[in-house]
């Protein structure tokens, strides 16, 4: 799978980890992996990989948007980080969904180049 962004959480959000995976499993053009930490400490990751370009990339960067800023608001999730393959950190949970797809069709966008 190539790795168009990571979402990284901190620890008090483990146990919901598996809805959020789930929901992003369902998304057309989209692979995810759930990487689960081993200590209570570490953050947990979920690598989301962006399958298509175009059009069809355009659709999956809003759905994954949208399943994002859904889920920070339903769980009331404090720190989710998204880290782009380029390293950039920010934490997304003050975003916008178009501020949230805009990030991720330009780390798609950067994966291509």
Same mark, same amino acid.
């Given at each position: 799978?190539?790795?168009?962004? *990571?979402? =990284? ?9 598996? &809805?959020?995976?789930?929901? !992003? ?9 759930? &990487?689960? $930490?081993? /200590?209570?400490?570490? $953050? ?13 990339? =355009?659709?999956?960067?809003? #759905?994954?948007?949208? &399943?994002?800023?859904?889920? !920070?608001?339903?769980? /009331?999730?404090? #720190? ?7 390293? =950039?950190?920010?934490?997304?949970? $003050?975003?916008?969904?178009? =501020?949230?797809?805009?990030? !991720? &069709? *330009? ?7």
């Amino acid at each position: 799978m190539d790795t168009t962004v *990571t979402i =990284e959480f901190t620890a008090e959000t483990h146990q919901h980890l598996r &809805v959020l995976e789930q929901r !992003l499993k369902h998304i057309h053009a989209v692979q995810v992996n759930l &990487v689960e $930490p081993k /200590g209570h400490n570490a $953050p947990a990751l979920i690598a989301i990989g962006i399958e298509k370009s175009g059009a069809l990339a =355009e659709r999956a960067a809003q #759905s994954i948007a949208q &399943v994002l800023y859904d889920f !920070l608001r339903e769980e /009331g999730q404090k #720190s989710i980080s998204l880290v782009t393959i380029e390293g =950039e950190r920010m934490d997304i949970a $003050p975003l916008s969904v178009d =501020e949230i797809r805009n990030i !991720l &069709v *330009t780390a798609k966008a950067g994966e291509s180049a």
